[in-house]
C-alpha cells in the first residue's frame, strides 16, 4: 500500500472510445502527477498539478486531459487514442512539486493502457 | 540538454555479492540526486536520496555515493538476494520536477 491508488489498473479501448484512469492520494500531499512508462524509455512526465492548480504540461497531446478537482484526486481523460498511446500510466503524489526541495515521489502502481 | 545515463543492459549477479549500478548525468548541476526501486508493472518505490554536498548516504544493506565533479552516482546493494532483482531508477533534480533515468535492471541469481 503506497498511498497512492489508481483504477483500473488494466484498461483496453479501441481508438474511438472514450475512458479515463483515476488516482486517489491518501497521504495529504499537495502536489500530483501523470506519468508514462513506455517500454525501454524513461519515465515521461505529463502534467503536474500544485493545490489543484495544473502548473506543467510537457507538450502532451490533447487527447489526453487531466483533471484535478481537489489535491486528493486527479483523473486523466483518454479519447481517440492511437496504437502508441499503450504504455503504463502512473499516478503520483509529492509533498510539494518543487524538485528543489527533497521532495520525495510515491507512486501508485499504475495502469497498464491498451489500445487497439 | 540535460542526460541521465544508467546501463541499459541488465546486471547478473550471485546471492551474496555486491551489486553496484550506475548513475550519470550531464549538463545537470543537481541539488539532490534519488534513487528508486520498480518491481515488474508496478509503480516505482522511493529508497534514497542524497544530497549535492554529501558523498554517502547509508540505508540498511544499501549505499549511494555522490560525485559531484565526475557527474556520477553509485548504488551499492551489499549481501545481494534474490528478492532484489528489479529494476533500480535514479532521479535527478531539474529545472521543475525530477527527471528520471531509464533504469537498470539487477538479477540475482541463487
Known amino acids: 500500500e503506497t498511498g497512492v491508488t489508481q483504477t483500473p489498473r488494466h484498461l483496453v479501448m479501441g481508438m474511438t472510445n472514450k475512458k479515463s484512469l483515476k488516482c486517489e492520494q491518501h497521504?495529504?500531499?499537495?502536489?500530483m502527477y501523470w506519468y508514462k512508462q513506455s517500454a525501454k524509455k524513461p519515465l515521461e512526465l505529463m502534467f503536474v498539478?500544485?493545490?489543484?492548480?495544473?502548473?506543467e504540461n510537457n507538450s502532451v497531446p490533447s487527447r489526453f486531459s487531466p483533471e484535478c478537482p481537489n489535491s486528493s484526486h486527479l483523473f486523466l481523460h483518454l479519447h481517440t487514442l492511437q496504437p502508441e498511446d499503450s504504455a503504463l500510466y502512473l499516478c503520483?503524489?509529492?509533498?510539494?512539486?518543487?524538485?528543489?526541495?527533497?521532495?520525495?515521489?510515491?507512486f501508485g502502481e499504475g495502469s497498464w493502457l491498451t489500445v487497439v | 540538454s540535460q542526460k541521465i545515463e544508467q546501463n541499459s543492459e541488465a546486471l547478473n549477479i550471485q546471492e551474496g555479492k555486491t551489486a553496484t549500478l550506475t548513475c550519470n548525468y550531464t549538463n545537470y548541476s543537481p541539488a539532490y540526486l534519488q534513487w528508486y526501486r520498480q518491481d515488474p508493472g508496478r509503480g516505482p518505490v522511493f529508497l534514497l536520496l542524497?544530497?549535492?554536498?554529501?558523498k554517502e548516504k547509508r540505508k540498511e544493506r544499501l549505499k549511494v555515493t555522490f560525485d559531484t565533479t565526475l557527474k556520477q552516482s553509485l548504488f551499492h546493494i551489499t549481501a545481494s538476494q534474490p528478492a532484489d532483482s528489479a529494476t533500480y531508477l535514479c532521479?535527478?533534480?531539474?529545472?521543475?520536477?525530477?527527471?528520471f533515468g531509464k533504469g537498470t535492471m539487477l538479477l540475482v541469481s541463487p
Open positions: 498539478y500544485n493545490f489543484k492548480e495544473q502548473t
Open positions: 497521504l495529504g500531499h499537495n502536489a
Open positions: 503520483a503524489s509529492s509533498q510539494e512539486p518543487d524538485s528543489f526541495s527533497g521532495n520525495t515521489i510515491y
Open positions: 542524497i544530497r549535492e554536498n554529501e
Open positions: 532521479a535527478l533534480s531539474g529545472y521543475s520536477t525530477l527527471t
